[in-house]
């Protein structure tokens, strides 16, 4: 089963498709930061949206992600196909396995307050702080926050990073002085994994470098093996929803 052929060949056009979504879920990213400096007050009295100004910025980034998606979906080929599918699933699970093992290990061994170190540096930490959907008292407020909260983790951004990380960024370090459109997917060479693997890494916390450099690896081995985009969005999607789940479950609210 295949994803619909790419019916515009325009370089310029898909080079906007693959590095837009991106770029503006980055921005509304900046937009957060922003607004937590000029608007954020962490006090029980304070209206919601003060408390934490990511309950109404990530929704918004969720929706201007998903029109753009939308709007270039003819520009993508994914490729979907079960046995790729199943197997993306499984690399999903073992790569947030490793990003989830710090922060167990955390609670595991007894650990409380602060880490610092090289016990930091791996992210041995207690990950409590973040997105916190329990702000809401009104169960549809919650459920819509939960809701969103997942659409964007696993589903926006699995999509509009795999794009840009694998569709785009690994043709462009090959040939960037060329016609970069025509290397196939999932070629892939030393420069290419350094640097891909390395700006995924840094576009982190420093908490969640060691566990980003484990699992971007992953994620390019896949890619190079598969050759299969939506291997990698599978991957990015089950590790995402998993890490989703065991936040909520275990209140790691700092990992999402």
Not at 192 to 209: E, N, Q, R
């Amino acid at each position: 089963m295949h994803a619909s052929s790419q019916p515009n060949d325009d370089p310029v056009v898909l080079t906007r498709a693959h590095v837009l979504p991106l770029a503006i879920f980055m921005a509304f990213m900046l937009l957060l930061q922003l607004l937590a400096n000029l608007i954020e007050w962490k006090h029980p009295d304070a209206p919601w949206w003060r408390q934490d100004p990511a309950q109404f910025v990530y929704p918004l980034q969720t929706i201007a992600s998903i029109a753009l998606l939308v709007r270039y979906w003819a520009c993508y080929t994914f490729d979907w196909s079960w046995r790729w599918g199943l197997i993306g699933v499984a690399f999903g699970a073992v790569g947030i396995g490793f990003w989830l093992l710090p922060t167990t290990l955390y609670d595991a061994l007894g650990f409380t307050g602060k880490t610092d170190g090289w016990l930091r540096a791996l992210g041995v930490a207690a990950r409590k702080d973040g997105f916190n959907p329990g702000l809401f008292d009104n169960p549809l407020a919650y459920w819509a926050a939960v809701g969103f909260r997942f659409l964007r983790a696993a589903v926006v951004v699995a999509l509009v990073e795999e794009i840009f990380w694998r569709g785009f960024l690994m043709r462009f370090i090959c040939d960037w002085e060329g016609e970069y459109w025509r290397q196939p997917f999932g070629r892939g060479s030393w420069l290419s994994y350094l640097v891909v693997t390395g700006l995924f890494v840094f576009s982190h916390g420093p908490l969640d470098w060691a566990a980003a450099w484990v699992y971007g690896s992953l994620t390019f081995f896949l890619c190079v093996w598969s050759k299969n985009l939506g291997a990698c969005v599978i991957m990015h999607a089950a590790a995402n929803f998993i890490m989703g789940l065991y936040a909520m479950a275990y209140g790691k609210f700092g990992l999402w």
